[in-house]
Every structure is written in structure tokens, then in C-alpha cells.
């Protein structure tokens, strides 16, 4: 139906359909057309598994497909739970720290608030730049290098090596994650980023990394 | 007395009208030549030809026997100086530091302004009567006093030929012939050949020993005041009455105008 | 005089800034602890910054200066010929076509020349350029490439909008250092250059006709310091992405302070608009630490009520 952010409003209404889903943040524009063209729109925009479980409840009571919904919601609810329950094995002191890299230049992460932040944490590991005023914003690559991450997580994708793309970066080479190697863009940023089903996918593979052999 | 500027059959303008369309012309040293002409008869056009600003389509423009457009354009500006018509600046220069580019010719790209440029540039400032404005900014000036200043720089060029068009077109009676007594001082003395565009025909009169007078892209009359101010040539080329009669002061030709309606 | 009095405090000014660039940033790191090895890192990361601040700033400004010469107009900025939509239409689409990171600055670098060379060629008339046509071709490949931008990112989505606000926003935020020094050579050759032409740019400034009177060769001139420009500008773009306002506001502030004359400005200005972009990187650096604001947001929120006030209060204003 068009493009993420700018969907086409005419396909959508050619369509007649009885029900819209939408996430609140790059379509609220469309979203209040919509529902001026008296469709029923339902929009969500989950920042923690809680709030997810409760979207995929209550699209599920909407789309009449309550037990599909109830049995997804167990289905993440144990996946979940078994990464935590390993997590909680292990010491605090031994919880390893990440940098969650959105974008490169200008070098953009995540904090508390984001979706990536909510599994970072849930894996057991510990983002250093939790503590920002936005969800997502710029971050100075000066704190990165003295806060010293373990791991580093790429979340695009670039042609180049991910541990070549950030050694060539001036002074970066000192971070402990960069000398050991740990730096990663192999996890599909959909599940990483986008609340939905495919979380607990990106959870489990997040926990791989931090947690190898675990 | 020798030939300064040569133009020979001349032909040129702009994009593809040719506004002048072979004209020829001599300076001599130490003429103070007048050109005069209708509104579009080539006047601007001829003295832009003439300073290079304007590239020569057809014959061709020697100065001491040399064609201009194969001089160095910097060894042309040193003998050769244009006072415009059109004095608003963009940049708010001082007056000291406008008529110090007219120094420029003489100055290798580098080279910066020596004590004797400043020396040359207060000299002319003072010859057109705007010492006391050096420190000002060119936009606190009036018209008049911009125009002084401008032909000041041209000045400080220390040319052998000026060219000047309308200089005193901003300019007050009693500035208008401060200016001129100045240009006609600097000819006699200094042997400052010029040549000016102007409108007022009893200013060429005055003050020029040849005029040129311009129509249609060629010459149509040259000569003495006397021989080029008469009322046929005046209402041939002006298309219009007037009265020719003589200064009592100069005795040079005087126009008077005739007007259609009391 | 007057010039070395102007050049020395701008000259302690700068070394204030610099001072304070590296003292301060988002990692707190005492004065008395700044040098030893272990800060060595966060150290050499400022210096780096400072170091591309001196060469954007002083770049872009003397950028600025010599177009507003050229096209008399004291509104010209360095990216008017396009380069700054050209460098970002490349960026862009070398993203969305899923280009390395590395290339970046050398697709940056090819954008911007393409679109001086096509604003350049449609201002071309008969061999000469005239300042109007100049100013409209900048301009009309600006908004066309602009759209074009804005066209891939709404269908491209996420990560082509990432890239596009660093382009928009700029940042001094330097990886490659190796990338720094090789765009250093053509930014100081061609502020030399710039200079070396300070003769012309004063004729030139005040008309075309009349700097021809003067001797000067306006029309190869104009194309040697459109071509300089452009290489500075589109080589700043390559590591710094496009930091607005500093081609514009510090020139315009230095004529105010020290006049139009280039021999007087263009040094005084190149010192200037250094302090002016440390001090801003500063800022982005510390305001809300350990979050970067984009350089471009600083200069744009300082740049336009400076400029504000210095028209109202000018007494050279043009």
C-alpha cells in the first residue's frame, strides 16, 4: 500500500477494509484521514514486550482470531522466558556491555524507551547509552570509546566486514569489543527494531551474541 | 600632433544587433573630443568598444598603432581609463580605498599598495575635491560626491586617455563645471586626451575642441564645435528645433532649444 | 595597524577555543587529566575535530567571500552553486543502491561536482556567465535535486533518511583522519588561491565593467574562483557533510567589522569562522551530553540572531 511512512491513502480505501492497523510514529498523518473517512483505525505503538503482548490481544479480539492470539502470545512468552531465565544465571558484574549502533554518520543509538533497548536488556546485556532523553538520538562517539563497550550491534547492513567497517574508525580500535572482535551486523534489523512476533527471534540472537555457549 | 586612437571601421553591440556598424574615428593627443548623439545612436556602445568591454565584431581599434585587443589587458588599463556613467557600488568601500584601485593597473597581482599609490590617490582626490571624504563609506556619499570620487580613481589610473561617460550627470551646475574645469586643466597641462560622452550639448561646446557627433551607429558629423553644431545637423540627427546661436563668453556655439508647446 | 590588531585577537580567540575544545566534551575529563595516556584517545578525537572545525570553517567562509564577490551579493553562500544537493542526492541513492560506507565521501565528492558542472553549463551563455543566470541555475538544481531527495527517501524509507540528515545536518565527527588530511591539501591550496586573488575580488566587487577597466580578466577570473570554490565546498562536504550558515554569516559579520576589502578580510575571516565552528562543535558536544546535536542545528540557532543584530546595528551594510 505504497512506502512505510506514506502509504496510499486510495489503495487503502479501494480495498474496503473493515479494519486498519497501523503504528502511531511516521503514519499519524495518515491515521487522522483516515479515521476522518470513518474507518476504523487501530493504532499501536508498543515500547516493551508488555505493551506488545497487549497490542497482539487486542488485534486479535478485533480480527475474532482471539485464540491465535492467546497461543502467540504464549509461543513469545516462553521464548522469552527461557532467555531470562538463563540471563538470571548469570552474575551482575558479568553482564556485558553494548553499544547498539542505529546509524553510522551521524552516529545514532538507541536508549530506554526503544524496542531494541527493552531485548538488549531482557539478553542480559547492559546498553551503555540506556540512560538518553529520547529513545533514539545522536550519541558521541567520545562516551562510546570511554564507556567501553563488549559488544558492538550493527543494526544495517553495509557491504564491508562490520568489524573492519568500525576498527578504521579513529580511536575506536581501543574498545574492548573492537579488539575482541565482537562487533555484529548479522541480526535482521526488523527484528531488532520493529515491535512484532519476530522479537523473540531477535532476542535469541542478540543473547548469542552477548552469551555464546551459554 | 599624433594619433593616439585609431578606429577603423568599426562594427559591434550586443548578441546579434550590431549597434555600431562601421565607424571611424581619430583621436589626437591631446584632444578634448565630445560625443555627442540621440538616445540609441551607439555613444555607450562606441566606448565600451573602445575599453574592451565590448568585443569587437568588425574593423578594428589601434592605439599607438597597436590593436587592443591583443595588449595585455592590465598595460591597456595603465594608458587607457573609463569614468562610468552608473556610480552605485554593492560593497560599502571607502573612498580612499575605491580610488586606490584605480592603482591596480599598475600593481602586480600580490602586490600591495606602496606609499607612493597613497600618495597618487590623495593627489586626485584632492584635484576633485574630495580629500575630506577619504574615511567615509561610498554609501554616506551623495551622487555628486560619488561621481567625483569615481572619476577621482580613474585619475589616480594616471592614464593618457580618459574616457568618460555622462560624468556630470549627477552633479550641480557649480560642481558640473568644477569638474569639467578640472578635466579641461588636466588636458592643457598634463596633455589628459579626452573623450566624453555628454547630453548637454553646451557643455561640449564649451569645453571640447572636436566633437563627434553619432547617429545610427555611424559618425555623422566631426569636427569643430562650429562645424558640427549648426542647427541643420542638430534637427537632422535630434529631429528636433533649435536655435544656434554664440556664447557670448566662449564664443563657442550655443543651442537653444525650441519648445513645441508654451 | 589596524589589520594586525584585528588579526591578533582573533588569533587569542582561537586559542581560547581551541583551548576550551579540548577541554571540554561529553566524557568529563578533568583539566590535569586531559594528557595523560589513558585520555590519549578522547584527546587526539578533539584535536581532530578542532582540527576539521579550522579547515570547514575557514574553508566554507572564504567559499562564501569569493562568491559574494563574484556575484556582488552579499546573500551568495558557498552551497548556492548546488553542490550541497548534488553531494546529498549522491549519498542518498549510493545508500538505497547499498554503496559501503567507504565510498561515501568519494560518491559525496562526485555528487557535488556534477551538479556544479550542470549549473555551471546552464549558466553558460555564449561563453560567458552572467552573475543572474548563476544564481538561477544554483538555485533551480538546488530544489530539483532537493526533490529528488526527498522523492528516494519517501520511497526508500529508513536508512536513506538517516543518511540524508547527516548530509543535511553536518557533523565534525571525524573516523577517518586519513580522509582528513588528504581533503586538507585542496581546502588550504585553495583558500591560498582565493587570497592570492584578493585584488581581483575588490575590483570585481564593485562591478563587472569596472574591474575590467582596472585590468582585471573578469570573465577567466570568475571561472578559476567558481571552479576553487566548488573544489573546497564539495571536498568539506566529503568528510563534514553540510554545515549551513557559516558560508554566509561570517563573511557577511567580518565586512561589517573590518570592511570589503579582501586582503583585509579573507584572513581575518578564515580566523573567525574557525572560532565560530569550534565553538559551535562545542556546543553540540556538551549541551546535552553525551547527545550530539547536529552541528548544523547550532550554527543555524547562533547564525540567524547574530545576523539579526548585527544588520540592525552594521554600520557597513551593503
Known sequence: MGSFSSPSIEKIISLSPDYIFCTGLEQAPVIAQLRQLNFNVYVADPVNAKELFKTIEEIGQITHKIKEASLLIEKMESEIEEVVSKVKLIPQEERIKVFIEIWHEPLMTAAKGSFVDELITLAGGVNIAHDLIRPYCNFSAEKVISLNPQCIILAYMDSQAPLKLVQQRFGWNKIDAVKNGRVFNDIDPDTLLRPGPRITRGLIEVYKRLYPGK | ?262 | MRLKRNLLILLLLLCIAVILGLLKGAVNIPAANLLLKDNQVIFNLRLLRIIAGVLVGSGLAVSGIALQAILRNSLAEPYLLGTSSGAGLAAVSAVILGVSRIYMPLVAFLGAALSIIIVYNLARERGVIADKSLILSGVIISVAFSSLIVFLVSLFGNEAMHEMNWWLWGSLQIYDYKLLLLVAFPVILGICVIYLFAQDLNAISIGEEEAIHLGIDTQNIKKILILITALITASLICICGIIGFVGLIVPHMMRLIVGPNHKILIPTTCLAASVFIIICDLLSRTLFAPVEIPIGVITAIIGAPVFIILLKKGKRIS
Open chain 2, 1 to 262: 600632433m599624433s594619433v593616439l586612437l585609431k578606429i577603423n571601421n568599426l562594427s559591434g553591440g550586443y548578441y546579434k544587433e550590431d549597434v555600431i556598424r562601421g565607424l571611424s574615428l581619430n583621436v589626437s593627443q591631446g584632444d578634448f573630443l565630445g560625443v555627442i548623439g540621440p538616445n540609441g545612436s551607439g555613444k555607450t556602445t562606441l566606448l565600451r568598444l573602445a575599453t574592451r568591454v565590448l568585443p569587437v565584431k568588425g574593423g578594428e581599434i589601434l592605439y599607438k598603432d597597436k590593436n587592443i585587443a591583443r595588449m595585455n589587458l592590465k598595460e591597456f588599463c595603465r594608458k587607457v581609463a573609463f569614468v562610468s556613467q552608473d556610480v552605485s557600488t554593492g560593497f560599502s568601500f571607502t573612498v580612499m580605498e575605491l580610488v586606490l584601485m584605480g592603482r591596480i593597473p599598475h600593481l602586480k597581482r600580490l602586490q600591495y599598495e606602496t606609499r607612493k599609490d597613497i600618495e597618487i590617490a590623495r593627489e586626485k582626490l584632492k584635484l576633485t575635491d574630495t580629500l575630506s571624504l577619504q574615511d567615509k563609506r561610498i554609501d554616506e556619499l551623495s551622487a555628486g560626491e560619488r561621481q567625483r570620487v569615481v572619476i577621482a580613481r580613474a585619475l589616480a589610473q594616471e592614464p593618457e586617455l580618459l574616457f568618460l561617460d555622462e560624468p556630470t550627470s549627477h552633479l550641480d551646475i557649480g560642481h558640473q563645471v568644477q569638474a569639467l574645469d578640472l578635466l579641461k586643466k588636466l588636458n592643457r597641462k598634463n596633455n589628459l586626451t579626452i573623450v566624453m560622452i555628454l547630453h548637454d550639448l553646451n557643455l561640449a561646446s564649451a569645453y571640447s575642441n572636436r566633437i563627434a557627433l553619432l547617429d545610427k551607429g555611424i559618425i555623422f558629423k566631426e569636427g569643430s564645435p562650429e562645424e558640427v553644431l549648426t542647427y541643420q545637423n542638430i534637427e537632422a540627427v535630434y529631429k528636433t528645433i533649435v536655435l544656434v546661436n554664440n556664447n557670448s563668453v566662449t564664443g563657442k556655439p550655443n543651442v537653444v532649444l525650441v519648445p513645441g508647446e508654451k
